[in-house]
């Protein structure tokens, strides 16, 4: 009898335990997405339906691949995690129109197979001010909405230390090579932050020393010859309650260093020709693929601005220095440009296996180049890894600018004689192609000094 008791009083603890458990998930401040080992929907969290605008009884049941394949999400860390068997973290969107950044970890059973993913989800939906709408340039505020995806645990690290520092309203420095993702994570730092004001990016290095002051700090009626009439608001008006983010911050022109470091300090700003000063509340967030230290030493920097901006600092490691990135990015930007061109490319393993040793000085931006590429180049479905060898041997087109007429017309010259063979394999086919006579395809060839596949 006493036995009896004691199991009926385990249970009952065992239940009010689960209960407790169970109010826990459902009050937590992230949202909670729970799938099987097969991609499965277990369970969401009411903070979930709420973020993502869904219900619970549409998800629970349903295959992640389902629902990706039903356009409900554009993509999914529980998939993502599922192929590589490691976690993953993926922003995305729903067919709500809510934006999510989602981080999946596999749960492992004692055979090492995956048993449950368990996704912490945050809410990046902007919340945009009517105001903001009207008064921001639409040419330097927010770029287009990009999914992403990280597996490194490097990158595990940025996208934790930015969702951190979303948190507060610190200055945000972001360092990093060219193409490694300092945009996308300035823009995930804005989203996280839930902050109603606007994102406006002021390329330093793009925008004219001459008109960069009146940019930033706008100013008065008749300040300067060519103003216009009634005066400007400056960028970092327009982002106030927001974010401004600096790119490119190494090569602001000193003197408008001291005065950044003004606004910063004092959180106000002086319009050119102003005599009062206009309060400021919105976050800085610079970046820059330069060694800014180098900067410093040899006077360009000024180490008090810079000191200022460091007060976060995030470094975001060269792809090839996060190799496990490439394979799930390289298949991503495959689906990408798949939807795009309506083509159906995949690539092989071995081609994944070539990416993975590729060197990446463009990073990021330039894997997303040769995946484009590929799709667009490669005839046959399944790109191989002779493929990447050839489109990555092929000089890449001179930058605009860049060299004479002449100089710019061989090497587009090159380029389209490359990608006619790779297309069309024989030399007989390409010359088709290109309407031009088989032997004068030769003859380029020769004279550029390329070599023939038949
Ligand atoms: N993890 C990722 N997932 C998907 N796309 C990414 C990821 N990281 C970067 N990209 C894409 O790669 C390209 C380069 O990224 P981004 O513009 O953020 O680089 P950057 O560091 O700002 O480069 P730069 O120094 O030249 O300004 C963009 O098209 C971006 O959308
Ligand atoms: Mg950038």
Same mark, same amino acid.
């Not at 700090?217 to 327009?238: I, N, R």
């Given at each position: 009898?006493?036995?009896?008791?004691?199991?009926?009083?385990?249970? %009952?603890?065992?239940?009010?335990?689960?209960?407790?458990?169970?109010?826990?998930?459902?009050?937590?401040?992230?949202?909670?997405?729970?799938?099987?080992?097969?991609?499965?929907?277990?369970?969401?969290?009411?903070?979930?339906?709420?973020?993502?605008?869904?219900?619970?009884?549409?998800?629970?049941?349903?295959?992640?691949?389902?629902?990706?394949?039903?356009?409900?999400?554009?993509?999914?860390?529980?998939?993502?995690?599922?192929?590589?068997?490691?976690?993953?973290?993926?922003?995305?969107?729903?067919?709500?129109? %809510?934006?999510?950044?989602?981080? @999946?970890? =596999?749960?492992?059973?004692?055979?090492?197979?995956?048993?449950?993913?368990?996704?912490?989800?945050?809410?990046?939906?902007?919340?945009?001010?009517?105001?903001?709408?009207?008064?921001?340039?639409?040419?330097?505020?927010?770029?287009?909405?990009?999914?992403?995806?990280?597996?490194? =645990?490097?990158?595990?690290?940025?996208?934790?230390?930015?969702?951190?520092?979303?948190?507060?309203?610190?200055?945000?420095?972001?360092?990093?090579?060219?193409?490694?993702?300092?945009?996308? &994570?300035?823009?995930?730092?804005?989203?996280?932050?839930?902050?109603?004001?606007?994102?406006? %990016?002021?390329?330093?290095?793009?925008?004219?020393?001459?008109?960069?002051?009146?940019?930033?700090?706008?100013?008065?009626?008749?300040?300067?010859?060519?103003?216009?009439?009634? @005066?400007?608001?400056?960028?970092?008006?327009?982002?106030?309650?927001?974010?401004?983010?600096?790119?490119?911050?190494?090569?602001?022109?000193?003197?408008?260093?001291?005065?950044?470091?003004?606004?910063?300090?004092?959180?106000?700003?002086? =319009?050119?020709?102003?005599?009062?000063?206009?309060?400021?509340?919105?976050?800085?967030?610079?970046?820059?693929?330069?060694?800014?230290?180098?900067?410093?030493?040899?006077?360009?920097?000024?180490?008090?601005?810079?000191?200022?901006?460091?007060?976060?600092? &995030?470094?975001?490691?060269?792809?090839?220095?996060?190799?496990?990135?490439?394979? =799930?990015?390289?298949?991503?930007?495959?689906?990408?440009?798949?939807?795009?061109?309506?083509?159906?490319?995949?690539?092989?393993?071995?081609?994944?296996?070539?990416?993975?040793?590729?060197?990446?000085?463009?990073?990021?931006?330039?894997?997303?180049?040769? &995946?484009?590429?590929?799709?667009?180049?490669?005839?046959?479905?399944?790109?191989?890894?002779?493929?990447?060898?050839?489109?990555?041997?092929?000089?890449?087109?001179?930058?605009?600018?860049? @060299?004479?007429?002449?100089?710019?017309?061989?090497?587009?010259?090159?380029?389209?004689?490359?990608?006619?063979?790779?297309?069309?394999?024989?030399?007989?086919?390409?010359?088709?192609?290109?309407? &031009?006579?088989?032997?004068?395809?030769?003859?380029?060839?020769?004279?550029?000094?390329?070599?023939?596949?038949?």
């Amino acid at each position: 009898m006493d036995a009896k008791k004691e199991l009926v009083n385990q249970l %009952k603890e065992v239940i009010e335990k689960n209960e407790e458990l169970n109010d826990i998930i459902e009050n937590l401040c992230d949202g909670v997405y729970i799938t099987d080992g097969s991609g499965k929907t277990l369970r969401v969290n009411k903070t979930y339906e709420r973020m993502s605008g869904l219900k619970k009884e549409d998800l629970v049941g349903k295959n992640m691949e389902e629902l990706v394949k039903e356009g409900v999400f554009s993509q999914s860390a529980s998939l993502q995690v599922l192929k590589l068997k490691a976690p993953a973290t993926v922003m995305y969107t729903v067919n709500t129109g %809510k934006r999510l950044l989602a981080k @999946g970890v =596999p749960v492992f059973d004692s055979f090492g197979k995956i048993k449950m993913i368990v996704n912490n989800v945050w809410d990046l939906t902007e919340i945009y001010s009517l105001e903001n709408e009207t008064i921001g340039p639409k040419a330097s505020s927010l770029q287009q909405e990009v999914d992403f995806i990280f597996h490194s =645990p490097a990158m595990d690290k940025v996208v934790e230390l930015a969702l951190k520092a979303s948190k507060v309203t610190s200055n945000v420095l972001i360092l990093g090579e060219s193409g490694v993702g300092k945009d996308v &994570i300035a823009n995930l730092i804005h989203k996280a932050s839930g902050v109603k004001g606007t994102f406006i %990016k002021v390329n330093c290095a793009a925008i004219p020393e001459t008109l960069l002051e009146s940019e930033l700090f706008g100013y008065e009626y008749g300040s300067f010859t060519g103003a216009k009439k009634d @005066g400007k608001a400056g960028l970092f008006q327009m982002a106030n309650n927001g974010t401004i983010f600096l790119d490119e911050i190494a090569e602001l022109p000193t003197h408008l260093q001291a005065k950044l470091l003004r606004v910063i300090q004092d959180k106000e700003v002086i =319009p050119i020709g102003a005599t009062k000063s206009i309060a400021i509340e919105s976050r800085v967030i610079a970046a820059t693929n330069k060694n800014i230290e180098t900067a410093i030493d040899t006077g360009l920097f000024r180490e008090d601005l810079y000191y200022r901006l460091n007060v976060v600092s &995030i470094k975001i490691p060269p792809l090839r220095n996060r190799v496990e990135d490439i394979q =799930p990015l390289a298949r991503y930007f495959m689906d990408l440009f798949n939807k795009k061109y309506s083509l159906n490319k995949r690539l092989s393993k071995g081609a994944l296996e070539a990416l993975e040793r590729s060197q990446w000085r463009g990073n990021v931006r330039e894997l997303e180049n040769t &995946i484009e590429r590929l799709a667009v180049v490669v005839d046959g479905n399944v790109i191989a890894a002779e493929d990447i060898a050839i489109i990555q041997n092929k000089p890449l087109l001179a930058d605009k600018g860049k @060299g004479s007429l002449k100089e710019q017309l061989m090497e587009l010259e090159v380029k389209l004689l490359r990608e006619s063979i790779v297309v069309n394999k024989t030399t007989r086919r390409a010359a088709k192609a290109l309407g &031009i006579d088989q032997s004068t395809l030769v003859r380029k060839l020769q004279k550029y000094g390329m070599k023939m596949m038949d």
